[in-house]
């Protein structure tokens, strides 16, 4: 099994376990007491994964997208009067690339 990360309020440790009404996989915070139920234990795994994602963990991602975002939106503004065309000429994935590169 896949270690579990720490408690999200306390950092303390956390125990899993499955309740056997419903199923439900519990995890329990031995510190706080906090405690996040997902149901139906055959999804223990998927429970785990959810347990141990946190929202800081997009954060360098969405950091990236929203320079991307801002590189391409800057470049519309000032280079192309007739962005539909420009547009029409690249695919998403060219764009995507573009705006992903890391060399201002």
Known sequence: MKELKPCPFCGKKVKKMVAPMMKTVVFTCLNCGADVCFYNAEYGEKAVKAWNSRAEDDI???????????????????????????MSTWDNEEWKEWCMDDDD
Do not use: Q, V, W
């Open 60 to 86: 360098e991602y969405i950091r990236k997208l929203e320079k991307g975002l801002n590189k391409a939106c800057i470049f519309l503004s000032l280079n192309i009067d007739d962005t539909e065309s420009i």
